[in-house]
């Protein structure tokens, strides 16, 4: 059973562009997390989705971040217009249905660094 | 200021030593667990403590939890040069989502 998969792994992109990480749940998990870890800090929750369902979004900011999780393959982390500020590495979690939050399996994340 | 925050932020010890990290939180949780991460990679699970334990063992990692006092420690004992990592502590209070604190940077020293 193959964990939590994210990639890109790094990815670069210059200021403006478009950043998109994926995130494929371990098998069997219907529920994805997204958190943001800038350096030297710990991780922030950013949003929560089911399949085609967004459940909690408190964390992720208002403007140029949108997350989706379609019916049929990964759950996407969209960044439009990416500043410098948006470097950080992303980290993907996924749990079962039965949705308890501890029961958290994590990615190995994304560092995306903006140019 | 945030929930789960650890304490010391660095920490620096010889290899053998016992290295003790604190967390501390501010609202009713359901568990508490311990994660370490090594320099630029993900998270890697270490321990959960539910909110009706007081201590669990698992190999040279002990932690406590206090809700009293709502804090939690992680001890490893006869620390190894591999040991040196960040670790987090990690709670789940009302929700979904886990709230991790700053961390305290373990450097081991050989």
């Known amino acids: 059973n193959a964990g939590v998969m994210q990639n890109p792994r790094h990815l670069v992109r210059r200021r403006g562009q478009e950043a998109r990480l994926r995130c494929s749940p371990m098998k069997g998990h219907s529920h994805v997390y997204w958190y943001r870890q800038l350096p030297e800090e710990g991780l922030k929750f950013m949003v929560y989705?089911?399949?085609?369902?967004?459940?909690?979004e408190s964390g992720m900011p208002k403007e140029r971040f949108s997350a989706e999780f379609p019916k049929e393959g990964p759950s996407i982390l969209r960044i439009q217009q990416v500043v410098r500020g948006d470097s950080a590495a992303y980290f993907c979690a996924s749990s079962p249905p039965t949705g308890a939050s501890y029961e958290q399996y994590f990615g190995p994340g994304t560092r995306l660094t903006v140019t | 200021s945030q929930q789960g925050e650890e304490d010391p932020q660095a920490l620096s010890i010889q290899e053998g030593e016992n290295a003790t990290m604190n967390c501390s939180y501010k609202t009713s949780i359901n568990n508490l667990q311990w994660y370490r991460q090594n320099s630029g990679r993900g998270l890697v699970h270490l321990i959960l403590?539910?909110?009706?334990?007081r201590e669990k063992h698992s190999g040279r990692l002990r932690v406590t939890l206090d809700t009293s006092k709502k804090s939690s420690s992680l001890l490893i004992t006869a620390s190894r040069a591999a040991d040196t990592a960040s670790y987090f502590c990690a709670t789940d209070e009302a929700g979904n989502m886990l709230t991790f604190g700053g961390g305290t940077r373990l450097m081991v020293k050989p």
């Open positions: 403590i539910r909110s009706n334990e």
């Open positions: 989705l089911q399949k085609e369902n967004i459940i909690d």
